[in-house]
């Protein structure tokens, strides 16, 4: 292995305390002497020897600091031998021969050697030696001749980023001790062969993550050798979730093979009464994804030295998933027109959207709604060894103006008024959970963190949001940090209606304390089962400490005033669906109850109102509006049948088929306001998947795509997208047409990779119909394994 030599008075340190570097290279300045042949004061044998056979290659001594050290690594091809009366002359190859010099280095990165294993980072598809901080990790190095521990030393260097300290932690020295200590970067040898020595070294669990350069600096009585830099041998440095020093340990072993080691997951969409489930590919180990993970960090332009606290880094994560601001991978579409791009419905994984970002030299990829920035920040999460999962919000508010509260302004005929409403309720909302302690943050507040990567709000200038502790948001501190107002409105704010008064102004007329937040939802541990997590965000609803939570909350928001004491209410309305609600092509039937709790009658004029919305909660188009009198005897319930014919709304669905039917009313009497608003969506069909052929490694089988049009119209240019972790990359097939109510089928050939269970995934996309998917479970055989 190539070295570079040097007098070991050019480095005022070995071990500890390195020599001051800049950038990768060497150190740029030496000291420079100049050779004097009549000063011989302080002189060895060996000094007054090369002084008379070269006087151009003699180093003056320095008279406070005399040194044995014979001077090498000069290289001057044209200088004349000479015998010496003293001594005989010695060639340059004969000098180097007297330094400690590395041949080779081993780093044991083979992905079923101990190291890889040990680290938990044998399922990376990379030739990388991929290490977890915080950890012991091992190497061989073969040296020139046998080490010598009475006179040698030796210690290695490792270097990331562009302008390479020790003050940053971006340079590190890692000296070679008799023991190891845990928590500090440490080096021993554990065994030596002749001339191979191994070496067990240890890492600081607070170590930046990142490729880092190595090198190996040796030293003996005749001189220095230090190897030069060989890309084969970088290393990349990840979070640790099994180091308990590691400020992302997770200490149950099930929920770290969940939410650091598990690549395929499930993401849910619809609405709170009609749950909706997509099997996501985030395939963070696999070829290619770590280089482009990051990549996403560099690209993001914050230094190396803040990619050791794991806060900094989804905080830069956040920010980078989305296109605004930065150029991060994916851009944000929901107009419904992706032309230019991938529809938002297509994606099933993240694979092939990070790829094409790194390849493209982080150019954004086209298109992605919530899931896809979600389900790609899980990715990233993972892969860096950050404990991360997606998250569904059913109900999920979307404050606009810091008010902690989701406003309805309604004119004076109880009508919404379009242009006023712009905070908005998403029918669902997808974002991430990361797990870390909170050393930033008062005792208590670490565990999960909730992070969005969506661009919805500004956080400190740019578009991301949290790390917002789960249990800041329940207990409604809004005060800490980061962005836990905005999380705290998405899943707790009441929702406020307001009137326009005569004179222009508005008045608050009803307040609804469970409008927001539902059936908080992500992947179970260890099963494909949905897991309701909405008591981490929240206390129950309507209890004194989820009321004590709110107002706590509110009193840092800009309409503290809205908070008055509640009237007396005796006529109430709900709003019910039967069984999974409407499928596409179908009318859809809802069921209104009221009722009268008092022992009067009371008269209530309802007005009802349903619009075609984004799942976003953005008005699209009104699509009926009526009012209705509803007279109510003294504690009757009263239920009234509502529908929607498909040819009504047919025309202006959009992406998720989603619905909105707005009530609002008056009970003459008594001048109670009721309001209440309900989201539904007409069900997409599925795609069936079933394997065809034996699942071998190596061996062609097929796939059968079976899809029956639940439209009266014909689904043009559509277009299915396949791909499936180990079994075929993401492949699209242009299939052209679907008529009316037709059932079609087609068969797609690919050969598994990768062994074991698996997953393969399909979607279809046309303009007439979405959100349509599949997924099948494939188990792979070894190509080996008996038959």
């Known amino acids: 292995m190539p070295v570079e030599t040097r007098s070991i008075r050019d480095n005022s340190a070995v071990g500890r305390f390195p020599s001051v570097t800049l950038g990768f290279g060497e150190d740029t300045e030496e000291e420079k002497e100049q050779p004097e042949e009549n000063n011989v004061q302080g002189e060895n044998a060996c000094q007054r020897w090369l002084r008379k056979v070269c006087p151009c290659c003699y180093t003056k001594p320095n008279e406070d600091e005399v040194t044995d050290t014979l001077v090498t690594g000069v290289d001057e091809p044209d200088k004349e031998e000479g015998i010496n009366d003293e001594k005989p002359a010695t060639g340059d190859n004969e000098l180097d021969e007297l330094l400690l010099k590395v041949q080779s280095i081993d780093l044991m990165k083979s992905i079923s050697g101990e190291n890889r294993i040990e680290h938990h980072t044998d399922l990376y598809l990379s030739d990388n030696l991929i290490i977890r901080r915080g950890q012991t990790f091992q190497m061989w190095i073969t040296l020139s001749r046998p080490f010598d521990r009475s006179t040698d030393k030796l210690h290695l260097e490792l270097k990331t980023g562009p302008l390479p300290t020790l003050a940053k932690g971006t340079h590190v020295i890692i000296p070679v001790v008799e023991d190891l200590d845990d928590g500090r970067w440490e080096a021993a040898v554990v065994r030596q062969d002749d001339k191979r020595i191994k070496l067990s070294v240890n890492s600081s669990p607070t170590a930046l993550i ?3 350069q190595l090198k190996v600096e040796t030293s003996c009585t005749n001189g220095e050798a230090i190897s030069t830099h060989d890309p084969v041998n970088d290393i990349i440095m990840l979070f640790n979730p099994w180091c308990e020093d590691d400020t992302v340990f997770m200490d149950s072993e099930e929920e770290r093979h969940e939410y650091v080691l598990n690549d395929v997951g499930l993401i849910y969409y619809g609405t709170e009464n009609q749950i909706g489930l997509r099997t996501w590919n985030y395939g963070q180990f696999d070829d290619g994804i770590l280089a482009a993970c990051l990549f996403v960090l560099e690209k993001s332009g914050v230094p190396p030295s803040g990619w050791g606290d794991p806060v900094n880094v989804v ?9 605004p601001d930065d150029g991060g991978v994916v851009e944000g579409n929901w107009s419904g027109n992706y032309s230019n791009g991938t529809s938002p419905t297509m994606w099933s994984g993240s694979v092939e959207i990070l790829k094409e970002y790194h390849e493209n030299k982080g150019i954004p990829v086209k298109y992605g709604q919530c899931w896809v920035f979600a389900g790609t920040f899980t990715t990233v999460l993972r892969c860096l060894g950050i404990p991360g999962r997606t998250v569904t919000n059913y109900n999920s508010a979307h404050d606009t103006d810091i008010s902690l509260t989701s406003d309805i302004y309604l004119d004076e005929n109880l009508d919404p008024i379009e242009e006023l409403n712009v905070d908005s309720i998403w029918n669902f909302h997808v974002w991430n959970d990361c797990w870390m302690a909170r050393p930033d943050l008062p005792p208590g507040y670490g565990g999960w963190q909730a992070v969005d990567a969506t661009p919805q709000e500004t956080s400190q200038g740019t578009f991301r949001c949290g790390p917002a502790s789960l249990t800041a948001v329940r ?3 809004v005060y800490l940090k980061h962005d836990c107002p905005f999380v705290f409105a998405e899943v707790n704010s009441d929702k406020i209606y307001w009137q ?15 409008a927001v937040g539902h059936k908080i939802s992500t992947k179970a541990v260890g099963s494909d089962k949905r897991s309701d997590i909405t008591h981490l965000y929240k206390h129950p609803e309507g209890t004194e400490a989820e009321r004590i939570a709110v107002e706590t909350a509110c009193r840092y928001g800009s309409k503290a005033e809205a908070y008055s004491s509640p009237t007396a209410e005796d006529v109430s309305i709900e709003v019910t669906m039967e069984g999974e609600g409407p499928e596409m092509g179908h009318d859809a039937d809802l069921t209104l109850t009221l009722r009268n709790s008092s022992s009067e009658n009371r008269t209530v004029i309802l007005h009802s109102q349903v619009s ?3 799942y976003t909660g953005v008005h699209k188009a009104t699509i009926r509006k009526d009012v209705t009198d509803v007279d109510l005897l003294p504690n009757e319930v009263k239920i009234l049948e509502w529908s929607l014919t498909y040819e009504d709304c047919k025309d202006k669905l959009i992406d998720q088929a989603a619905l909105m039917l707005t009530l609002s009313g008056r009970v003459k009497e008594t001048q109670q306001v009721l309001a209440t608003q309900f989201s539904f969506r007409l069900r997409t069909p599925n795609l069936f998947l079933t394997p065809v052929g034996k699942a071998v490694v190596g061996q062609r089988m097929a796939v059968k795509i079976s899809f029956t049009n639940p439209l009266p119209l014909v689904l043009k240019a559509v277009i299915f997208h396949v791909e499936g972790l180990g079994l075929l990359t993401a492949r699209k097939i242009n299939f052209g047409d679907i008529g009316s109510h037709a059932s079609v089928s087609l068969t797609e050939h690919f050969v598994p990779t990768l062994s074991g269970p698996r997953k393969l995934m399909a979607s279809l996309d046309c303009k007439q119909l979405t959100q349509v998917h599949g ?8 190509s080996n ?3």
């Open 500 to 514: 326009r008064n005569t004179d222009g102004t508005f008045s608050q007329i009803y307040s609804e304390k469970k």
């Open 612 to 614: 075609v919305m984004y």
């Open 475 to 477: 207990n409604g501190q």
């Open 315 to 323: 905080r830069i994560v956040s920010a980078m998933i989305n296109s």
């Open 785 to 787: 394994a008996a038959p």
């Open 775 to 782: 997924v099948t479970d494939i188990t792979v055989e070894e």
């Open 210 to 212: 990142g490729r880092y």
